[in-house]
């Protein structure tokens, strides 16, 4: 199964995300494969037996949000310039969704722009963070402030990799799945609602219209100057989630999936979600064990952290809600700070 990309840019770019067996692998330059000691442990051995380059480099990074940092892309970028690759070099990302982002970043800043491919390994990274060229690391002042739009030469998508994936990595990655559905595609979502998601068959499909999805958006608007904002859903609330807690609380996929609750909940006052739509998306993170509540300490310390998102312009916060129902969407930028500090203020005592 092959979903094509087909940016719309003034020089049209093209590349395939490949939903199958990982296939051989032969490239006539200096690869490097960036992974972490986890992946390594699992798959090494494997894309080894696929890979065919005149030299291959393997670089281990420390496994974790906590490590995607400008300290740990210096670190790869030193591999490179000690193995003396050059601008026609390939990079590839063997991993979940921090490995492909730091890599995606080290590929777009070392000598102006060097090629990499993404291999992910984990479901969030399958359905999402390897599809569109975001790349980019997190700091003190929150997540994927540093970064970078650079597109992939190619996306090899082997669902096999996540017969070795923890369960809460795999419920992580649902959460990405279910934001997709409840943004775009009210009927994939049912299909949500009431499939075996742990079925092989029925994780390729689950995988295929996720990326088929992500992929429309991306064709449409790749450096998210549009609809590809509202494939944001649930993280501008999750991303002040992960930077409250170090990086290392919760699992992306987690924090999403608070945030898409406390965005619904937003949206439910604004007249724009029922109470019932609401709970059936919160119905379907807790089936998969999915967080759904969180301790806010400080409303307002929260609310203005909200300003360091990418999405907020000119001062004003935009918000990704869901647009009536399951299956539409709506980004506002007038609600009112109060609005949303009360919402926050439901989240400071567990209920």
């Known amino acids: 199964m092959i979903v094509p990309i087909r940016l719309l840019t003034e020089q049209e770019r093209r590349y395939d995300i490949v939903i199958d067996a990982l296939p051989e692998l032969n490239f006539q330059r200096k690869v490097a494969v960036v992974s972490n000691p986890t992946v390594a442990g699992l798959h090494k051995d494997r894309l080894l037996q696929r890979l065919k380059a005149p030299q291959i480099e393997w670089i281990e990074v420390p496994d974790g949000e906590e490590y995607k940092t400008m300290d740990t892309v210096l670190g790869i970028l030193d591999r490179l310039f000690e193995a003396q690759f050059d601008r026609r070099s390939l990079l590839i990302a063997f991993g979940g969704g921090v490995i492909g982002d730091m890599t995606g970043f080290a590929a777009s800043i070392y000598q102006r722009g060097i090629g990499f491919v993404q291999i992910p390994t984990t479901l969030l990274s399958q359905v999402d963070a390897s599809v569109g060229g975001k790349t980019g690391v997190n700091t003190r002042w929150g997540k994927n402030l540093i970064g970078s739009f650079y597109q992939p030469e190619a996306v090899y998508i082997d669902p096999a990799f996540l017969e070795t994936l923890p369960p809460r990595e795999y419920a992580a990655g649902i959460a990405e ?115 759904v509540e969180y301790t806010v300490r400080d409303p307002q310390a929260f609310y203005e952290h909200f300003y360091l998102d990418k999405k907020s312009m000119n001062d004003r916060i935009k918000f990704v809600l869901p647009g009536g129902s399951i299956g539409t969407h709506i980004m506002r930028s007038d609600i009112p700070a109060e609005e949303v500090v009360a919402v926050l203020e439901r989240f400071t005592e567990k209920r």
Request: with cysteine; net charge negative.
């Open 177 to 291: 799945v279910v934001k997709m559905a409840v943004m775009f595609d009210r009927e994939f979502f049912e299909f949500l609602e009431k499939s075996d998601l742990k079925n092989p068959a029925v994780a390729v499909e689950m995988i295929a219209r996720s990326v088929r999805l992500k992929a429309d958006v991306v064709n449409q608007d790749e450096k998210e100057s549009g609809v590809r904002a509202v494939l944001n859903y649930g993280h501008t609330f999750g991303h002040v989630i992960e930077n409250e807690t170090g990086y290392s609380r919760y699992l992306h996929g987690e924090a999403v999936a608070i945030g898409m609750v406390m965005a619904n909940e937003l949206a439910t006052d604004l007249g724009l979600l029922s109470c019932r739509e609401a709970e059936r998306i919160r119905d379907l993170l807790q089936k998969w064990g999915l967080p």
